[in-house]
């Protein structure tokens, strides 16, 4: 009788130990929005988002749909048409433009409607891509790269910043 109840405790013992723990599921996320900024890694998975227009601005005007993320006083954001669409943009080929605020100073690559260049309209700087590489009901996923100047607008002369290693994958 003494060896069937150790043997029974053993086996109580074993099947409590290999029973799976109760743990909370992970906290659902928007997604992601992370690049490199001069080779400092910005990263926003909280406030992070995609802004799809569902009518026209004023005046008729299409409104864009906004990819962006905020971090520690810098915010990057996408500026693409209002209907997306899988593929490369190459900037400033495009009215496509990534914007990038750090403070109240504005860097584009692209087009920059703030730079006023008489009856064409915007004035286009930098160069870089965005790649929108998948669609679907509920995200949407790509990357982005750009070597962005200062808006010269402003008066001041600073360093064009490098985004490299940009990417993100959003819940609509």
Partial sequence: MKKQLIL??????FVISCSKKNNPPAPSTKGYFRAKVDGVFFSDSTSANV????FPGPGGYPLWTVISGSSN???IALILPPFLSTGERL???SL???????????FYAGSNNNISTGSSGSK???SGKINI??????YVRGSFECIAPVDSTIGVILPSLNITEGEFN???
Avoid: H, K, Y
Wanted: net charge negative; no cysteine.
């Fill in 8 to 13: 029974a405790t053993m086996l109580a013992l």
């Fill in 51 to 54: 802004t799809i227009p569902l």
């Fill in 73 to 75: 006083g810098t915010r």
């Fill in 91 to 93: 900037l400033p080929q």
């Fill in 96 to 106: 496509d433009a990534i914007t990038i605020n750090i403070s109240s100073t504005s």
């Fill in 124 to 126: 286009v700087q930098g």
């Fill in 133 to 138: 590489l998948e669609i679907t009901s509920s």
């Fill in 170 to 172: 959003l819940n609509f």
